[in-house]
């Protein structure tokens, strides 16, 4: 395998908790219901658009003018979006804070949206431990685009086929591979300590 000398980390799902259906059990407690408004209104694909870098005012409006009769519960999801994201996961947080102090180059690649992603980052300290983090939203492109990978590359001096990236979606994982870059999927911290050994990098 090549040397790896940048390792490029996801947030939601690898180093962040991350679902939706957290911010809805309240407003909508039948569990058959929530699961229709999440894969109906507030789909994964209209909220990939905010990561993109549409407006939460022009994502909402959209909606409810398909939707008339769930303007507060489309409404809801920005105004509780800090109920979908509860915690780290500790144990990946870990791996990055060792990763850094035992001198590796750590940045980070994200799909988020611009405001959500400085929440975040004020919730989160170690957030802003990497050495730099490149933000959909912020440059409206999003993973698996090639662009965001050349992006990322280009911002932080990365050569693509000394990084190593990690993300916990397959798509974004195989994006990163037709950009250049090493790449595995985040599944559990033991799988990736794992992966890092078979990269020769101990934890």
């Given at each position: 395998?090549?040397?790896?000398?940048?390792?490029?980390f996801?947030?939601?799902?690898?180093?962040?908790h991350?679902d939706?259906?957290?911010?809805?059990r309240?407003?909508?407690?039948?569990?058959e219901?929530?699961?229709?408004?999440?894969?109906?209104?507030?789909?994964g694909?209209?909220?990939?658009e905010?990561?993109?870098?549409?407006?939460?005012d022009?994502?909402?409006?959209?909606?409810v003018?398909?939707f008339?009769?769930?303007?507060?519960?489309?409404?809801?999801?920005?105004?509780?979006?800090?109920?979908?994201?509860?915690?780290?996961?500790d144990?990946?947080?870990?791996?990055?804070?060792?990763?850094?102090?035992?001198?590796?180059?750590?940045?980070?690649?994200?799909?988020?949206a611009t405001d959500?992603?400085?929440?975040?980052?004020?919730?989160?300290?170690?957030?802003?431990?990497?050495?730099?983090?490149?933000v959909?939203?912020?440059?409206k492109?999003?993973?698996?685009?090639?662009?965001?990978?050349d992006?990322?590359?280009?911002?932080?001096?990365?050569?693509?086929k000394?990084?190593?990236?990690?993300?916990?979606?397959?798509?974004?994982?195989?994006?990163?591979k037709?950009?250049?870059?090493?790449?595995?999927?985040?599944?559990?911290?033991?799988?990736?300590k794992?992966?890092?050994?078979?990269?020769g990098?101990?934890?």
């Open positions: 395998m090549r040397e790896i000398r940048h390792i490029v996801d947030i939601g799902r690898v180093l962040i991350y939706p259906d957290l911010a809805y309240d407003l909508i407690p039948d569990a219901h929530r699961r229709w408004f999440l894969e109906t209104v507030t789909t694909d209209w909220n990939l905010q990561d993109r870098g549409r407006r939460w022009e994502a909402e409006a959209l909606l003018a398909d008339p009769d769930h303007e507060t519960n489309i409404r809801a999801f920005r105004q509780n979006w800090h109920k979908m994201v509860p915690h780290a996961y144990d990946s947080v870990a791996v990055l804070e060792a990763l850094i102090e035992d001198g590796h180059d750590v940045t980070m690649l994200t799909n988020f959500t992603f400085a929440e975040a980052k004020e919730r989160f300290a170690f957030l802003k431990m990497p050495r730099g983090v490149t959909s939203g912020d440059h492109l999003i993973k698996p685009d090639f662009a965001i990978y992006l990322h590359a280009r911002t932080f001096g990365l050569n693509p000394h990084t190593l990236f990690i993300d916990d979606s397959a798509k974004n994982v195989e994006g990163a037709l950009a250049g870059w090493q790449a595995v999927q985040f599944t559990d911290v033991a799988t990736l794992r992966h890092l050994e078979d990269y990098i101990a934890i």
